[in-house]
């Protein structure tokens, strides 16, 4: 069971920056796509209402991004110590949301899922202008 935590979620001012930080266990992270979802509160909580903000393969070469944040975020993995990390800058008040991590199993190379069967609890990301 693929187990997601996430941290480095927080309030920051308009054109400020965070950096998110998803820790995985419980299988082996070289076999699982990570990506980073967000939902606005008020929506109805189904990860298929959830818009997907970054994706990445299992080597970290494939990299999607969701046009609203192209140029300003930046994902990247470690599959050292086993974490994917959004990094956030410029960021907007549309920005604000709760941000979810998410995995799936994935063979290795640049391919990326478009599904996620697991997911983590989710951090609050507040941008204030």
């Known amino acids: 069971q693929v187990q997601l935590v996430e941290s480095g979620g927080g309030s920051v001012q308009a054109g400020g920056s965070l950096t998110l930080f998803c820790r995985a266990s419980?299988?082996?992270?070289?076999?699982?796509?990570m990506g980073w979802f967000r939902q606005v509160a008020g929506e109805e909580d189904d990860w298929e209402a959830r818009?997907?903000?970054?994706?990445?393969?299992?080597?970290?070469?494939?990299?999607y991004y969701a046009d609203s944040v192209k140029g300003r975020f930046t994902i990247s993995r470690d599959n050292v110590v086993d974490r994917v990390t959004l990094q956030m800058a410029n960021l907007q008040a549309d920005d604000t949301a709760m941000y979810y991590c998410?995995?799936?199993?994935?063979?290795?190379?640049?391919?990326?899922?478009?599904?996620?069967?697991?997911w983590g609890q989710g951090t609050q990301v507040t941008v204030s202008t």
């Open positions: 998410a995995a799936e199993p994935c063979t290795w190379g640049v391919r990326l899922s478009t599904s996620f069967t697991y």
């Open positions: 419980g299988y082996r992270f070289r076999g699982l796509c």
């Open positions: 818009e997907r903000v970054a994706t990445i393969s299992t080597n970290g070469v494939g990299k």
